[in-house]
């Protein structure tokens, strides 16, 4: 049976050096020593996934509507981007089914505009994302931040998606997809996969350039894909997880958490504001939000508990 395990985020500083002995100026004629630099404790960070373990959908996919409202995409490629969300909402998404996905949205997006690509991401950030923001996850949010550590998402999206996600959410570090562009539009090649081995990578990097120590640092996830960033700290966590990350988090003794609450952001923070938006296009994406919501819970009500 899935049980919940609260995360243990208490600090995780070392202790405080012993102070010197005090002596009078007249016990030693020797030249005073260097001043002692001021103790202090190793940085630390919590490294989030975003889809599932974030937010309760995939990123990737999730502004199909609006690319195809922006003429980017035709309808077609609307139906087969809603299809791949609920493979990916019911099932989970395995090693093969992120290369197809990969492989898809790069193709895809060749020849887009990348200024019009942010821009449609800016306009319609809040009407998509803010609603399916885990509750759960934007608590832990807070508390790391309020334990002093940094919170980095690491997301195989591409960056001009997760980044504003990040921004909304006030990470102080993204990890995510670069898709190589040349004058303005996408080539449809990948400069940057944010996926498996690559992620753990990405983590040991930037741990060297912002000195975090990994033993101490904390990281969330769905998926088995993730397994190298989950191990590349000292503290992972499996967040609503696929049946092969299930099965090492109990193998490792690894908490496991359920997220199941999704809030709207602003309900959580009163003086967050949304922008004005579009009455049409917030009918056509919540009745979509709803009706995978629903399949999604129907799902999980009849997933056999382990």
Same mark, same amino acid.
């Given at each position: 049976m899935d049980t919940t395990e609260n995360a243990d985020i208490a600090d995780q500083g070392g202790n405080t050096p012993p102070r010197p002995a005090n002596r009078s100026s007249s016990e030693s004629t020797e030249p005073a020593a260097s001043p002692r630099r001021p103790y202090r404790a190793p940085r630390t960070a919590a490294f989030f996934d975003l889809d599932k373990?974030?937010?309760a959908k995939s990123s990737a996919l999730a502004f199909s509507r609006p690319f195809y409202q922006g003429g980017l995409i035709n309808r077609r490629a609307v139906l087969k981007s809603a299809y791949a969300q609920f493979v990916f909402l019911l099932g989970g998404a395995d090693h093969d089914q992120m290369e197809k996905l990969r492989a898809y949205l790069s193709a895809m997006t060749k020849g887009w505009n990348v200024q019009q690509v942010r821009e449609i991401v800016a306009e319609t950030l809040h009407d998509l994302i803010d609603p399916i923001i885990y509750d759960e996850a934007a608590s832990l949010i807070e508390e790391h931040h309020a334990a002093g550590r940094d919170v980095v998402i690491? $997301? +195989?999206?591409?960056?001009?998606?997760?980044? %504003?996600?990040?921004?909304?959410?006030?990470? #102080?570090?993204?990890?995510?997809? &670069?898709?190589k562009?040349? #004058?303005? &539009?996408?080539?449809?090649?990948?400069?940057?996969?944010?996926?498996?081995? =690559?992620?753990a990578v990405s983590i040991r990097e930037?741990?060297?350039s912002?000195?975090? #120590?990994? %033993?101490?640092?904390?990281?969330?996830s769905d998926s $088995?894909?993730?397994? %190298?960033?989950?191990?590349?700290?000292?503290?992972?966590?499996?967040? =609503?997880p696929d049946r092969a990350l299930r099965k090492e988090a109990v193998a490792r003794e690894w908490p496991v958490l359920v997220f199941s609450r999704p809030v709207e952001l602003h309900r959580?923070?009163?003086?967050?504001h949304t922008p $004005?938006? +579009?009455?049409?296009a917030t009918v056509a994406v919540g009745t979509a939000l709803l009706t995978a919501g629903l399949l999604w819970y129907a799902a999980r009500r009849r997933r056999p508990e382990c």
């Open positions: 373990t974030i937010i690491v $997301s +195989s999206s591409g960056a001009e998606v997760v980044e %504003p996600i990040g921004a909304l959410l006030g990470a #102080d570090h993204v990890v995510a997809t &670069r898709l562009i040349e #004058d303005g &539009r996408y080539t449809g090649e990948i400069e940057y996969y944010a996926y498996a081995e =690559n992620k930037l741990a060297e912002e000195g975090y #120590d990994l %033993p101490n640092c904390y990281a969330y $088995s894909t993730d397994l %190298p960033m989950l191990e590349a700290v000292g503290h992972p966590f499996a967040v =609503n959580r923070l009163p003086e967050f $004005s938006r +579009s009455v049409v």
